[in-house]
């Protein structure tokens, strides 16, 4: 059993079977907490403390899924390419909003690690929650962060995002698509970005390009956080 685990097919058959189950439940039950990609992560846990395996047979696989993480984010600038007429119209609302997105992340995330006493490590490794993993990644590990709490902070961000986006869009009343698309990549990434492709074209789009401007805003701003006591 444990010489099965070890062979790197066995985490990519894991991770891809427990997200085809994910997504077969979500589109049987339809409700919001029946996500697709959270039932997928819970079942790789349950089956790695079930079975005992260690987290490291199991990222023998999963290692080469993450490899395409960055490929698959870059593949989204074709949606963005089909609205580029939209882009063009209102590229300055979208930059705005997209700096404002990064920064307000940031300060709230820093604001509330200096309320609840965190020390630098733990906050470096939370400020960039809100962009996609290998850029939160670098950001964490070139600031003094751990990078295995960034990537699960990460992917908690975008497991709420993509539940709470529907939610949130009715909420407040988000009628404009290309809003409600800049809102949910602005702070879920790539699994928001998800959603928002369920929700329609243009929201798909403006949500992958919220992707990559929060990414290089947040990198950016990430410069100062040395500066931060």
Not at 169 to 183: H, N, S
Not at 197 to 217: H, K, P, W
């Amino acid at each position: 059993m444990m010489e099965l685990t070890t062979s790197p097919f066995f985490g990519v058959t894991l991770t891809i079977l427990a997200y085809w189950i994910g997504m077969a439940i979500q589109k049987k039950v339809n409700r919001v907490i029946c996500n697709g990609m959270l039932i997928a992560v819970v079942l790789v846990i349950l089956t790695l403390v079930i079975f005992r395996i260690p987290y490291e047979n199991y990222y023998e696989g999963g290692s080469l899924i993450n490899l395409f993480l960055g490929p698959a984010t870059a593949c989204l600038a074709v949606s963005i390419y089909t609205k580029i007429d939209l882009l063009k119209k209102y590229w300055l609302p979208v930059v705005v909003g997209c700096s404002a997105g990064a920064a307000t992340s940031i300060s709230c995330v820093y604001g509330l690690c200096r309320l609840f006493g965190l020390d630098r490590e733990m906050t470096m490794s939370l400020l960039p929650k809100s962009v996609t993993t290998p850029i939160a990644a670098a950001v964490a590990e070139g600031h003094g962060g751990i990078v295995s709490v960034a990537v699960a902070a990460v992917c908690f961000t975008g497991i709420m995002g993509n539940l709470c986006a529907p939610l949130m869009i009715r909420l407040f009343r988000v009628r404009e698509p290309l809003a409600a698309g800049l809102g949910i990549g602005a702070c879920s990434h790539a699994m928001g970005t998800a959603k928002a492709l369920e929700l329609g074209e243009t929201e798909g789009a403006m949500s992958g390009l919220a992707i990559g401007l929060c990414g290089l805003i947040t990198s950016l701003l990430s410069l100062l956080f040395d500066l931060l006591p």
